[in-house]
T-cell receptor
Framework: DGGITQSPKYLFRKEGQNVTLSCEQNLNHDAMYWYRQDPGQGLRLIYYSQIVNDFQKGDIAEGYSVSREKKESFPLTVTSAQKNPTAFYLC??????????FGSGTRLTVV | DQQVKQNSPSLSVQEGRISILNCDYTNSMFDYFLWYKKYPAEGPTFLISISSIKDKNEDGRFTVFLNKSAKHLSLHIVPSQPGDSAVYFCAASARDNAGNMLTFGGGTRLMVKP
């Protein structure tokens, strides 16, 4: 059953720590994306990748890093440079130009 | 500058009545529009879409209308059901947009009261 999997569902980070959010898809999609959603806010693009070994910054890339070593995987690292990391993070993938498939999200909380 | 706007952050409707969610866009290059539905702590799921060559697309209780001259689209849900209570995101794409990028609106929270 094809889909896109994000893990973990909940993640807690201490101040000054880097954490990595996992995103894996078995849909054979070329493009993958990371979005952030804050309470009462829309979806803001962090990074996206159209092809393996290539990725581009989105609107709010500061304090984040990504890699795309495999077509199936697009992990997001939230670094200590991200000053307000508490949010709901969504990963998505697409093949056609006409829509995304989203994962179920990871809620990151700074403690 | 927001290219896709949903000016109503929330909407409350009685069960069985019509829900109308609105979306405005500014980029005239957008030619494909989608609506996504999102429950709390879950990822958005695709609901319905429309191409700019059409002005209406219907799928069961859901109908999307597109007014290109006004750069406005709306989602109609008839009849509304309590299970429709969720956040609805409007999204737009341009044919020549590299990377299959979607631009999202800020979302509208729909509450359907029994």
């Amino acid at each position: 059953d094809g889909g896109i999997t994000q893990s973990p569902k909940y993640l807690f980070r201490k101040e000054g720590q880097n954490v990595t959010l996992s995103c894996e898809q078995n849909l054979n999609h070329d493009a993958m994306y990371w979005y952030r959603q804050d309470p009462g806010q829309g979806l803001r693009l962090i990074y996206y990748s159209q092809i393996v070994n290539d990725f581009q910054k989105g609107d709010i890339a500061e304090g984040y890093s990504v890699s795309r070593e495999k077509k199936e995987s697009f992990p997001l690292t939230v670094t200590s440079a991200q000053k307000n990391p508490t949010a709901f993070y969504l990963c998505a993938s697409s093949r056609t130009p006409w829509g995304y498939t989203f994962g179920s999200g990871t809620r990151l909380t700074v403690v | 500058d927001q290219q896709v706007k949903q000016n109503s952050p929330s909407l409350s409707v009685q069960e069985g009545r019509i829900s109308i969610l609105n979306c405005d866009y500014t980029n005239s290059m957008f030619d494909y529009f989608l609506w996504y539905k999102k429950y709390p702590a879950e990822g958005p799921t695709f609901l319905i879409s429309i191409s700019s060559i059409k002005d209406k697309n219907e799928d069961g209780r859901f109908t999307v209308f597109l007014n290109k001259s006004a750069k406005h689209l709306s989602l109609h849900i008839v009849p509304s059901q309590p299970g429709d209570s969720a956040v609805y995101f409007c999204a737009a794409s341009a044919r020549d947009n590299a990377g299959n990028m979607l631009t999202f609106g800020g979302g509208t929270r729909l509450m359907v009261k029994p």
